[in-house]
């Protein structure tokens, strides 16, 4: 038997939750003859991409996950698709399936990793037909999601207060806005910036320095927080449309990667992952409005390069 | 504080502390030992000790440490004397020789050299210098016998040999290696062997005698013991087994008879009074909201007993049918207890347990949560609930020993927790707990069980707890190891094919149907069901689209659209190409229709099509101005579409006659007649 992503998202939809832990192992198990199920690399690398497409929330301090609850949002642009979003199940599908509307599928690429879970939209005739599609298949429907969730995004900020790290502990990493990379810290001179801390085995967690005060912080906000030397972190390249409804690609740099609500709003415009491009370092996402990628950027206190 | 000093104290403390009273004390320090009793702040023992060494003495480089004997000798004596680091380092040396596999060789010293090299100097000269002075070292051993002596018992029983009876250098090196021979985890099941006739009779007997008697034992489990024992009692040899008959003697001639972790029903221990367990217990609530409680198997022949601790008490009761008492009263918080250690006294029983920074626990169906016992079995899944500080090397050795790990957030602050941990291999197993210094035997019990699999419903249902799996995942069978393959495994009564190689056997191949299944193997059996994915619970009232949650209407691609104003105007719709990203991703998407966004003088969208569509924007009379031939083209398909019945036919029909009235329109139809 082979991996199929979406009885994974079925078990996922009947589990609801559980420990990040025997979640890692059963992804392991059930990929048993792709991978060696000792091996948590990939499964860690699936979670964490099913945490950007919005189908888990992720608790990394509890070690938890959440599947999300399912619903349908419409895409930006002009043409009337929305996308099931969440842990979708099979029947929610099979039900919201009726005269006006259509479902659509598609099997995302693996690239060598895992199968990612599918990308299901519902093409729809007109507001009324969407509206009863949702209702048959138990469906809250979000309009313009995307664009929406965007404006409520808010600059990011410092998180709650922190211990000041001692001069003795595990080692340090202070983020190096030039290089781009995080590099061994003297724990006798840490002065403004951004430290990696380890915590244990492969863990990690990141505190920010400012004046004599620290933060918990992500890896992504606070790479924003502190800035970063890179020509255009955030590049936004016109496809088609006019004024609000323009949409094209928002391109990352990717040692400036996006803070999950950000990346969990650019992949909403379209349901779609975002596309590695290795050979310029960029991590571009589709469909994102103008409007969506100004917010994007306006919330991390960065500039958007606008290309027409 | 002066590190010698502080390691002093910290090896007082871990070794010889009020919990050691009573207690075998085998003062065991090896890397891990040293590395966790150091803790993040703390200094390196062996820099510690190598700083008070004189490497420039003329006989004793140990003189330094020697000369503050006579010191602590004329003091109270009240804590140990102050030789501890010295002799832990001699015991690491011993630990380090272990791990060669050459535990009786004479080239312990060249571990000890490795350990304290004498600086700017050849390691032949660090040799001669270290052998040269380490006839000093039994004189440290007899003093610290002689201080545990005089406690008489209350700061823990000697285990190491009478120094008095050992002549000559080759024999100075078994007081530091019998440190490393008997280990604390061994003593449940020596305890259980001097209960026994035999050993009853043998502890009488000369010392290499009460060693033969416990390799004959019938009743021992060596797969309990230690490996330095296990190693120790695979082969006799006279010198060696003087030494840990002198050990043995020691343990079984304690007028204090163990208490910890020792629990041996019905017989008296200290004053009348039982040994009683508390062994900590775990129950995951709610997804990683860990709640932690007491656990206590009840003790042979006490029904209850009411103890009391240091601002807590406890009151223990047997319930018919039960094997664990029920608990009451105002009990001590599990992580106090761990921090700082238990003890308890009650009229029949008796509690004494070491603060724990590591604890290893089984699932227990009868507690209903994962307990920390004195022993696990193989092949079933083991929590680690880990102190942050021991978590970095816990996680090294579990991850080495099972693959990969993931910690969780533990019950406590600063604690951890891995999960489902699962050794098939009790050596295995028992080498990683002796690494880690955990107190637990592990004994070998292979069994059928079902692995992986995509296990649904915590609890509910048909199927047992943790038995219930989705159609699509039903679980490996993992066959006892030494199960012969070629023995029928059946599946609901149906031969399975054995696995090519290994032990597993994959069932997701087998395109079960929902239902309940049976395995069975020799003479194991399990059951487990499957079920196809949970039908979604329909959500209530689901609201249609809210309104103004846009100005956008849909329109039919293919259909030719127009926004029709007030005066006759007409504004073409374009339709818009469909997003490049649907190509360029490879989707297979084609809308039905698209949006559009009216503009606000607009009265109605009309979009001629398959069939013709009008929606009235805004309710405005007529105004017919002057039409272009474009405008007259555009309206041209809707002066004849009748609206009848819709809410707008009145208004549409007025629209439709002043269009019709208008006099570039009666051109146009003439012209289209004449066409």
Not at chain 2, 229 to 255: H, K, P
Request: charged share 25%.
């Amino acid at each position: 038997m082979t991996f199929d992503p979406d009885v994974l998202l079925a078990w996922l939809a009947d589990r609801q939750g559980g420990s990040l832990a025997s979640l890692y192992r059963t992804i392991a198990w059930y990929a048993g003859d792709r991978v060696d199920p000792t091996d948590l690399t990939r499964a860690r690398r699936l979670v964490l991409t099913m945490n950007e497409l919005g189908v888990l929330a992720v608790d990394w301090r509890q070690r938890q996950w959440e599947a999300q609850p399912s619903g349908l949002a419409t895409l930006p642009g002009r043409e009337s698709v929305a996308l099931f979003t969440g842990v979708v199940r099979e029947a929610q599908l099979e039900a919201a399936m009726g005269a006006g509307v259509r479902v659509v599928v598609h099997r995302n690429d693996s690239r060598g990793q895992l199968p990612m879970p599918s990308t299901w939209w519902l093409v729809y005739e007109d507001d009324q037909r969407l509206s009863a599609a949702a209702a048959r298949g138990g469906l809250p429907l979000e309009p313009d999601a995307a664009v929406r969730r965007s404006a409520t995004l808010r600059a990011v900020e410092p998180g709650r207060p922190a211990e000041p790290p001692g001069r003795q502990g595990p080692p340090m990493a202070r983020w190096n806005r030039r290089t781009m990379t995080f590099q061994a810290a003297d724990r006798r001179h840490l002065g403004d910036g951004l430290y990696q801390r380890e915590t244990y085995g492969t863990a990690k967690e990141y505190l920010l320095c400012r004046g004599d005060r620290w933060f918990w912080t992500t890896p992504a906000e606070g790479r924003y927080l502190v800035g970063g030397e890179t020509s255009q972190p955030l590049r936004w390249e016109f496809e088609e449309g006019k004024g609000d409804g323009a949409v094209g690609v928002l391109s990352v740099d990717s040692g400036m990667p996006l803070p999950l609500a950000h990346r969990r709003i650019a992949v909403l415009c379209t349901g779609l992952p975002p596309v590695l491009d290795r050979t310029p370092g960029q991590v571009m996402y589709d469909g994102v409005p103008r409007n969506v990628a100004d917010r994007i950027a306006t919330s991390l206190s960065s500039t958007l390069k606008v290309c027409a | 504080m002066d590190p010698y000093q502080w390691w002093q104290d910290r090896l007082a403390e871990e070794f010889f502390g009020p919990s050691a009273a009573g207690r075998p004390v085998v003062l065991y320090v090896d890397n891990d030992k040293a590395k966790a009793l150091r803790g993040p702040d703390g200094p390196d023992l062996v820099e510690a000790v190598q700083a008070r060494l004189d490497w420039y003495h003329r006989y004793d480089i140990f003189d330094g440490i020697f000369r503050t004997v006579s010191a602590w000798k004329r003091g109270t004596r009240v804590q140990p004397p102050p030789c501890l680091p010295l002799l832990a380092v001699c015991v690491l040396a011993g630990t380090l020789m272990r791990r060669e596999g050459r535990v009786w060789s004479s080239n312990y010293y060249q571990r000890l050299v490795e350990c304290l090299p004498m600086p700017r100097s050849t390691e032949q000269e660090s040799l001669r210098r270290l052998r040269m002075s380490y006839e000093q070292i039994p004189a440290h051993w007899e003093i610290l016998g002689g201080w545990m002596r005089e406690q008489d018992g209350a700061r823990g029983i000697v285990t190491f040999p009478d120094v008095g009876r050992r002549k000559g250098s080759q024999s100075w090196i078994v007081l530091a290696l019998s440190q490393a021979i008997v280990r604390e985890r061994d003593l449940p099941e020596l305890e259980r062997f001097f209960r026994s006739p035999l050993g009853r009779s043998a502890v009488a007997a000369a010392l290499a005698e009460l060693v033969s008697a416990l390799r004959r034992w019938e009743g021992l489990d060596t797969g309990r013991l230690s490996p330095p024992l296990q190693e120790a009692l695979a082969t006799a040899r006279s010198d060696r087994d003087e030494i840990l008959g002198g050990i043995l003697a020691a343990v079984a001639g304690s007028s204090h008879r163990p208490t910890i972790p020792v629990q041996v029903p019905g017989q008296a221990m200290e004053a009348g009074r039982l040994g009683l367990v508390l062994q900590p217990k775990f129950v995951d609530a709610d997804w990683g909201n860990w709640e932690a409680g007491w656990h206590a198997p009840i003790v042979d022949g006490v029904d209850g007993d009411a103890l009391t601790g240091a601002g807590w008490s406890l009151t223990v009761r047997a319930e018919p049918g039960l094997t664990s008492y029920t608990l009451t009263g105002d009990l001590p918080a599990v992580e106090t207890a761990l921090v700082r250690g238990l003890t308890a006294t009650g009229t029949r029983l008796r509690i004494a347990q070491r603060p724990r920074d590591l604890l290893v626990a089984a699932e227990d169906d009868a507690a209903g949560a994962w307990v920390a016992g004195d022993a696990v079995d193989t092949d079933e899944p083991l929590l680690f609930v880990v102190r942050d500080d021991r978590l970095g090397a816990v996680v090294d050795a579990v991850r080495a020993a099972v693959g990969d790990v993931d910690p969780e957030q533990g019950p406590f602050p600063g604690w951890h927790v891995l999960r489902d941990v699962l050794f098939t291999d009790a050596a295995a197993a028992t080498a990683v707990f002796d690494r880690l210094g955990i107190g637990v035997a592990v004994r070998a019990s292979p069994r059928l069980r079902l692995v992986g699999g995509l296990r649904i419903g915590r609890e509910s249902g048909e199927g047992a707890r943790g038995s219930r799996y989705l159609l699509e995942g039903p679980p490996d069978v993992a066959l006892p190891a030494g199960f012969d393959t070629a023995a029928p495994v059946l599946l609901n009564g149906r031969r399975l094919r054995p696995p090519p190689t290994g032990r597993v056997i994959r069932l997701r191949s087998l395109g079960l149907a929902e239902g309940t299944y049976t395995v069975q193997a020799g003479g194991f059996t399990r059951r487990f069901t499957l079920h196809p994915p949970q039908c979604p619970t329909t959500a209530g009232d689901i609201e249609g689209l809210p309104a103004g949650s846009g100005r956008s209407l849909t329109v039919p691609h293919g259909a030719k659209v127009y926004f029709l104003h007030v005066d006759g105007h007409v504004t073409p719709v374009g339709e818009p190409a469909a997003p490049r990203w649907w190509t360029r991703r490879g989707t297979t998407l084609r809308a039905f229709s698209y949006r559009v966004i009216p503009p606000r003088e607009a009265v109605w969208l009309a979009a001629a099509g398959s069939s013709t569509i009008v929606r009235q924007l805004r309710d405005d009379s007529p105004n017919i101005g002057r039409l272009t031939a474009a405008d007259a083209q555009a309206w041209a398909h809707f002066v004849l579409s009748s609206q009848a019945g819709q809410p707008h036919e009145q208004a549409w029909r007025r629209y439709q006659q002043a269009v019709l009235n208008h006099r570039s329109m009666i051109t146009h139809e003439v012209g289209w007649k004449t066409r």
